[in-house]
C-alpha cells in the first residue's frame, strides 16, 4: 500500500541518513520506526498518567468567559478571605 508523507527538512534528513548507515530503503526505515513506536506503546500497558487519561478532553470546551484564565491568583485570594470573613 503506498502512503505519502510530508517531513520538515531535518526528518527527511536524518531518514535519508539512517537509509544510508543502515543500508536501507527510507520506507523500510520509516516502517521500521513504526513498528518501534507500536511496540513500545505496547509493552506500556501500565496506569495512565493523568494526562493520558484526559488528553482527549483537552481543548474540548466551548463557551464560557474568555479570561478563565487570567488573574486566577487574585480571584482565589478573594474567595479565601471571603471564606475567613464568614469564619
Given at each position: 500500500m503506498a502512503l505519502s508523507a510530508r517531513l520538515d527538512s531535518k526528518t527527511e534528513a536524518?531518514?535519508?541518513?539512517?537509509?544510508?548507515?543502515?543500508?536501507?530503503?527510507k520506507s523500510q526505515v520509516i516502517r521500521e520506526a513504526i513498528r518501534v513506536l507500536a511496540d513500545f506503546q505496547e509493552e506500556r500497558k501500565?496506569?495512565?498518567?493523568?494526562?493520558?487519561?484526559?488528553a482527549h478532553l483537552i481543548g474540548c470546551a466551548h463557551?464560557?468567559?474568555?479570561?478563565?484564565?487570567?488573574?486566577?491568583?487574585?480571584?482565589?485570594?478573594?474567595?479565601?478571605?471571603?471564606?475567613?470573613?464568614?469564619e
Open positions: 536524518l531518514v535519508n541518513r539512517m537509509a544510508r548507515r543502515r543500508g536501507q530503503t501500565g496506569p495512565l498518567s493523568p494526562y493520558e487519561a484526559i463557551g464560557g468567559p474568555p479570561d478563565l484564565s487570567e488573574r486566577t491568583g487574585d480571584k482565589f485570594r478573594r474567595i479565601l478571605l471571603k471564606q475567613r470573613r464568614r
